[in-house]
Structures are given as structure tokens and as C-alpha cells.
């Protein structure tokens, strides 16, 4: 029995993203109304980022685990990650740069970023952002879907799916030594496609770490300032950011954003991202 026909079974309603299916938290005593957990679409394991519910979904529900195709997919997942540690990986041959306006983002703006469209099979459909370590080396490739999103299909996709991702872009230059944390590649995107070029994402809240937060540290950041989304995840993820930056001795400041439902900092219009800028850093 795999994960996808385990949550099928169960009648869990899922969506799909790059690595794991997300689902309504399976706490009973969580009343998760914006799914927060997020289930290894191999493993099955299980984590709720909004109220730290963590487990196995096979353990959870006493079902069997085909234990020989996850150890076959762990395998192929290894051997990608030690592919992009050595060597990184090349830009696909059959690529060319993207220079539309999707999102109401600039031509230039996607060129800064190296985005392009190929028709390999991974990447077809897609406007997809190499994702460069500090040595300049593509450690994975970030894929958003041309559009609107149809079925199950993931808005984003990451390959290799496991790749691990560095906060992104791997440098920018700090306004009066402070530097923007936002969740997405759009939401960084759009900062700087609207001026607010300090800004940089971390794939995830689940992908900050003490030793990122350091590394930009040592880079002569002073201060985080944080934008996450609003919703319950992620001012918990805030809290833990801050937390973290207490630890590494770096200073925080975090913006909640108000307005319409929905709204992020990939969403914000010129006016809006011109007004956060005069805001922090006037």
C-alpha cells in the first residue's frame, strides 16, 4: 500500500506538492481549518507545522508499508542529492529564458532570476528558477506551473524533490544591514521585481535552520526582518524564527501583513511594496 492510497482509503482529502501531500491536520484535538500537516508522499511521515503533531500515517492507521519501493525511492533520492552536492547540475539544453510577465512580474526581473521554460518532461508547463548554493553551483531546479493550477496538479515543483535548499538568493545586499525572510520564490520575486531587492525566501517555513540563519550572520546581516504568511502556521513559524535568531545573536522585526484574505508578499502591488519599504527602513 502506498501513502497516496492509504489517504484514498481513509477519505483524507490531500493536495499534492513537490515531495509531500498536504492535509488537514490528523490531531483530533487540532481543529485545522488551513491545512498545516505535511505527509512524506514515500514514507508517510507526518509532521503538523502549525501544532507539532508529528507520526507515521501507516503506524497511525495500522496499515501496511511497501517497504521495497520506499527503500528503491530513498535510493534514487540519495543518489540525486550526492549528484547535487559534488557537481551541481546544468541548465537543461532545450531551455530558453523566460521574458514574459506572469504575475505581473518584468521581463528583467526574470532574467536576474535565470528563469526559463524547457519541455523536459519535469519542467514542461512551467517557468523554472535555478537554485544556486554560495558557490554558485544549481543545487535544484524550483518549477511554477504556467497559470492557473488544474486538478492535482502541483503549483510547485522541486527536482530533485529532496534537494536541500538554501535560502534563496544565495547573497543579496542588506538595506542598513538588514535583509527580508519571506516563504516562497514569488514572494521574493516580487519583492525585488517592486524594488525591495533585500529580500530573500526559504522554501518553507520547515527549512529554516540555526546554521542558515549564521551563515547570513557572517555575511554582515544585522537583522531579519520576517514576512510570513498570516495565517495560524505561519506566525508559529515566526515565533520559531525568532527564537533561533535570539540564539545566533541576530536582531528581528516581524511584519504581519493585513488586508484581503490571501494576501502574501508575492501578491503586494508597487504602491503596497513601496509603502512595507518606507516603513522599515525610512
Known amino acids: 500500500m502506498t501513502v497516496e ?3 484514498v482509503e481513509e477519505k483524507i482529502q490531500f493536495k499534492i506538492s513537490p515531495a509531500d501531500f498536504i492535509v488537514k491536520c490528523l490531531n483530533p484535538e ?5 491545512p498545516s500537516m505535511r505527509i512524506d508522499r514515500v514514507t508517510g511521515v507526518y509532521n503538523c507545522f502549525a501544532c ?4 507515521n500515517i501507516f503506524k497511525l492507521f495500522d496499515k501496511p508499508a511497501n517497504y521495497l519501493d520506499i527503500k528503491r525511492e530513498k535510493l534514487k533520492q540519495r543518489i540525486e542529492m550526492k549528484r547535487s552536492e559534488s557537481i551541481g547540475f546544468k541548465m537543461p539544453n532545450d531551455r530558453l529564458m523566460y521574458s514574459g510577465n506572469e504575475r505581473n512580474i518584468k521581463g528583467e526581473t526574470y532574467a536576474k532570476f535565470d528563469a526559463f521554460i524547457s519541455t523536459q518532461t519535469q519542467f514542461a508547463g512551467r517557468i523554472v528558477f535555478p537554485i544556486y548554493d554560495i558557490t554558485g553551483k544549481i543545487v535544484a531546479f524550483n518549477g511554477r506551473i504556467l497559470g492557473e493550477t488544474l486538478g492535482d496538479t502541483p503549483k510547485y515543483i522541486f527536482h530533485p524533490p529532496k534537494a536541500k535548499l538554501p535560502l534563496y538568493p544565495s547573497y543579496v545586499t542588506p538595506i542598513k544591514g538588514r535583509v527580508i525572510l519571506v516563504e516562497g520564490i514569488y ?3 516580487n519583492l525585488h521585481d517592486k524594488g525591495l531587492t533585500n529580500a530573500l525566501c526559504c522554501f518553507g517555513t520547515h527549512n529554516i535552520t540555526e546554521p542558515k540563519l549564521q551563515l547570513l550572520k557572517m555575511k554582515g546581516v544585522e537583522q531579519i526582518d520576517i514576512i510570513f504568511d498570516p495565517d495560524t502556521a505561519g506566525q508559529n513559524a515566526v515565533e520559531k524564527v525568532k527564537e533561533m535568531c535570539d540564539k545566533v545573536m541576530l536582531k528581528h522585526y516581524s511584519v504581519k501583513l493585513t488586508g484581503e484574505k ?3 508578499p508575492g501578491s503586494l502591488s508597487n504602491t503596497a511594496v513601496a509603502q512595507l519599504k518606507e516603513q522599515l527602513y525610512a
Not at 30 to 34: A, I, Q, R, T, V
Not at 52 to 55: D, P, T, V
Open 5 to 7: 492510497e492509504l489517504l
Open 30 to 34: 487540532h481543529d485545522d481549518n488551513n
Open 52 to 55: 507539532g503533531f508529528k507520526g
Open 187 to 189: 514572494d521574493v520575486i
Open 262 to 264: 490571501g494576501i502574501d
